[in-house]
């Protein structure tokens, strides 16, 4: 499958739900479908960034702002276009804008077996703090929880 060359990344709104949902189902084994992301939508607190690509995404990022902290809900590439530096653009992008909108610190929650995206985190600043044993309900797998303190921690695109 050809996919178009990704753009450069963008806040994404309600209207995208739905590519949203194509991509977290190719992503994960329990994925949210159009009805999660349109209610995520619904709540403040709530914000999506993706990297477009043709009439899809390329990778996706979704995230809580709340006051001046924020939380990495999840992020995703799509599998044909994984290694490409395409998380990492994205999350500078999006890290570098809760900065200047005053948040100073970051948290997550990641599978302790997902080497790749923990290197992601720990190069934008996250420092793991914490495990939740048996967290993932999919395959009882434990998560880390990791913080990211200043936006000093903040890895620059580049």
């Not at 009805?35 to 690509?53: D, L, N, W």
């Not at 995230?63 to 939380?71: A, I, K, T």
């Not at 797998?141 to 990211?148: F, I, S, W, Y």
């Amino acid at each position: 499958m050809k996919i178009p060359a990704p753009q450069a990344p963008m806040r994404l709104g309600p209207e995208s739900a739905a590519v949203l949902a194509v991509l977290e189902a190719k992503c994960f084994p329990d994925p949210w479908d159009l009805a999660a992301f349109a209610a995520a939508f619904a709540r403040p607190a709530f914000a999506a960034y993706g990297i477009p690509a043709g009439t899809g995404l390329a990778a996706y990022a979704t995230f809580h702002f709340l006051g001046d902290e924020f939380e990495v809900l999840n992020i995703a590439t799509d599998p044909g276009l994984r290694g490409q530096g395409l998380a990492g653009k994205l999350f500078a992008h999006v890290l570098q804008h809760a900065a200047e909108m005053g948040m100073n610190r970051g948290y997550l929650e990641v599978r302790a077996g997902n080497v790749p995206a923990r290197r992601l985190y720990a190069r934008h600043g996250f420092i793991a703090v914490g495990l939740r044993k048996r967290y993932y309900t999919d395959t009882g797998e434990d998560a880390l929880v990791m913080v990211r303190e200043g936006a000093a921690g903040a890895a620059h695109p580049s």
